[in-house]
């Protein structure tokens, strides 16, 4: 007798389940997938103790006929695919037909259900995949599901799982996700007495993203608005997943040329900074998913406006030909991949960078005391994602408590070369994370008194009543730069300056150093940057991986103005170099710019090469802090960079401008 069996379905749905219900959030996540595929506009969410003794999801959704409700406990039964072609079109988030089944053999369930084509519901109990009951039973429309004891028959799993409160924040931060998705529905989170969540149907993502995270989150934020791009395709397609059967997934004749993406969303100001990617959500065709290519896209478009270690809030929706993207990759779905991963990749990249360019807006001083109405709700502020957490296990990132956004005032990142040239003014962090210029503090009061009396007002009115028409609108942009008059400078490192709508100070050696980088990233596309020639060449000396670095990058070195070539065993010869550099920093900008390509695989994008031997030479060229400027120079400093396409951040990331606005003066003064 041969020795292989078929293993009993039980045995299979829990090896299934081991795959697709990890956490309680799981099944947080299957169940409400299945509600929204049934329709449900209503989608209530209720658990205890992080999920571990409850969780029950009811919707108001098409419910299911008597005899689909037992169907649907059976391995691999979907109403949601027919034939395998369907595979290459799924417009529903579910489609394997496993999540009831696993989720049953490690849970005891109820599921009530009721179709509206029916007039009685059906009431299942199963505990460990084992039917205990099936029963009619008088039930409102729609689809209760509950979930107790999970993982109660799985030993192993049970003590994987971290506290309840972990658990807890991955299920609001699920179905936070969610609720943005579907701004049109409304979702209830409770966990025990707490409500976590709580919105109600709104027309628009904005209005969500409102209820959600409340007016201050909003107001960091730029609305993608919808964008949408018709690509043309590339003639050979990159293969689908591994293993995977080649066949229609390949160039078909009938191919259509170009296929349109929509990305719609909303992305951070470059200013707003967080520690990791918790903040980041990203939708495909309405599922959640984790996927490297996207959240790389997202870096690369805040490339040179935001420190590489730091990450923005993001909540992106692509949507695309169902074709163009393969769902089936993983069993809990999370996972995507793209049939054009590169087309995808830098049209979300453009897109995003686009906009964030054209919002310039300018860093200000906020109000420490700002109301903010209303709050975010306390499931969006569970500092925990599944989602970006598993990408973030992956690879070392900041833990959440830096989670907040920089203060205003700018603190200097310590490993910045500009240190280097300020010993006796360093820019370290302030002691404390408020901003060294207060305008912000309420004005001191000797005695604690009733609020001004009418008396008092009228005598803080003859200070002189502030015209009201000299109030710009508060969403003025940078542009106003140019028409800035320059008081003075502040450690002559930073530039003070009076403007229409109020006070600004700039960096000077960062607003320089956008300036210049702008100017040799144009050069360079035009092919021309100016160069100089070293009276004798260079010789430098590297190490085996340098070598093979610099020989990777020599073309585009070249282009960019420094002329070298190899020189011997592990040397090379610099013979020329550009021009905006002092020779004395040639060697030091080329290991800058080595060590920035260090270890990077050989096709890493040509564009990231080509911007970060830019920000070198523009960094190193650029004028330093602790440096005086005459007025023709802040002048000249102030109108170039108001010309920039990037005026509010250096190649590096960091802030250039802070802006302290007339009516927040006014404000300060007690004046309005
Ligand atoms: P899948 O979602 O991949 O089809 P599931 O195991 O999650 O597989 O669900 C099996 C089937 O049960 C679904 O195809 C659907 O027909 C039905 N179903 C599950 N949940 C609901 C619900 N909340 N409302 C209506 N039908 C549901
Ligand atoms: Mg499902």
């Not at 021309?528 to 670095?549: A, G, K, N, S």
Request: glycine share 6%.
């Amino acid at each position: 007798m041969g020795r292989i069996r078929i293993l009993p379905d039980q045995v299979a749905n829990k090896i299934a389940a081991g795959e697709v219900v990890e956490r309680p959030a799981s099944v947080v996540k299957e169940l409400l997938e299945n509600s929204l595929d049934a329709g449900g506009t209503d989608l209530r969410v209720e658990v205890e103790s992080g999920g571990r003794r409850l969780i029950r999801i009811a919707d108001d959704g098409c419910g299911m006929l008597r005899d689909d409700a037992l169907l649907a406990f059976e391995r691999h039964a979907t109403s949601k695919l027919r034939d395998v072609k369907d595979l290459l079109s799924i417009a529903t988030l579910g489609f394997r037909g496993e999540a009831l089944p696993s989720i049953a053999s490690v849970s005891r369930l109820l599921l009530e259900t009721r179709s509206a084509e029916e007039t009685t519901g059906t009431r299942i109990e199963i505990a460990g995949g084992r039917m205990l009951r099936c029963e009619e039973a008088a039930l409102g429309g729609g689809t209760v599901i509950t979930v107790r004891d999970l993982f109660y028959n799985v030993p192993a799993r049970r003590k994987f799982l971290r506290t309840e409160q972990t658990e807890l924040a991955h299920i609001a931060s699920l179905v936070t996700h969610y609720s943005l998705a579907h701004p049109s529905k409304t979702f209830l989170l409770t966990s025990g007495a707490t409500e976590l969540l709580h919105v109600t149907p709104v027309a628009t993502m904005k209005e969500r993203v409102y209820q959600v995270f409340g007016s201050h989150v909003l107001d960091e934020l730029v609305e993608l608005g919808v964008r949408e791009r018709s690509l043309p395709m590339p003639r050979v397609s990159v293969p689908p997943s591994e293993g995977a059967p080649p066949g229609p997934r390949d160039n078909e004749p009938d191919e259509p040329a170009s296929r349109t993406f929509r990305l719609s969303g909303f992305v951070s100001r470059p200013q707003v900074q967080k520690a990791n990617r918790n903040s980041i959500f990203i939708f495909v065709n309405g599922r959640l998913i984790r996927d490297r290519l996207m959240l790389h896209a997202l870096s690369s478009a805040y490339y040179n406006l935001m420190p590489a270690s730091s990450f923005p809030f993001a909540l992106l929706f692509l949507e695309c030909d169902a074709e163009e993207v393969d769902v089936n990759v993983h069993p809990s779905k999370t996972e995507v991949r793209f049939r054009h991963g590169p087309v995808v990749h830098d049209f979300v990249r453009d897109t995003i960078r686009e906009r964030l360019i054209e919002s310039r807006p300018a860093p200000t001083f906020t109000p420490a005391a700002r109301p903010v109405v209303p709050a975010p709700q306390p499931g969006a502020a569970l500092p925990y994602s599944e989602f970006s957490q598993a990408l973030a296990n992956e690879e070392p990132v900041a833990v959440s408590v830096a989670d907040e956004p920089r203060p205003a005032m700018p603190v200097a990142a310590a490993t910045d070369t500009v240190l280097e040239s300020a010993p006796e003014f360093a820019l370290r962090p302030p002691p404390a994370p408020v901003p060294r210029l207060d305008f912000t503090a309420p004005p001191l009061e000797v005695t604690p008194g009733p609020p001004p009396s009418g008396k008092l007002q009228r005598r803080l009115d003859a200070h002189g009543e502030f015209p009201a028409d000299a109030l710009p609108p508060p969403e003025m942009s940078l542009s106003v730069l140019s028409e800035l008059r320059p008081l003075g400078q502040i450690h002559e490192s930073f530039i003070v300056a009076a403007g229409r709508d109020g006070l600004w100070i700039v960096d000077q050696h960062v607003a320089h150093e956008r300036i210049l980088f702008e100017q040799v990233m144009k050069q360079r596309a035009a092919g021309r940057v100016e160069m100089q020639r070293m009276l004798m060449p260079l010789i430098i000396q590297l190490t085996p991986e340098q070598q093979i670095d610099y020989a990777r990058i020599a073309t585009e070195l070249h282009a960019s103005g420094f002329e070298t070539e190899p020189f011997g065993h592990r040397t090379i010869a610099v013979k020329a170099a550009p021009a905006a550099i002092g020779a004395a920093n040639v060697e030091r900008i080329l290991f800058e710019i080595l060590e920035t390509v260090e270890g990077e695989p050989a096709g890493a994008s040509l564009e990231d090469l080509r911007r970060n031997i830019c920000a070198s030479i523009a960094c190193r060229a650029a004028i330093k802090i602790n440096m005086r400027l005459d007025a023709g120079k802040m002048e000249w400093l102030l109108r170039e960079l108001a010309a920039t396409d990037c005026p509010m951040s250096c190649p590096h990331g960091r802030p250039i401008a802070l802006h302290y606005s007339t009516r927040e003066i006014l404000k300060a003064f007690h004046r309005v």
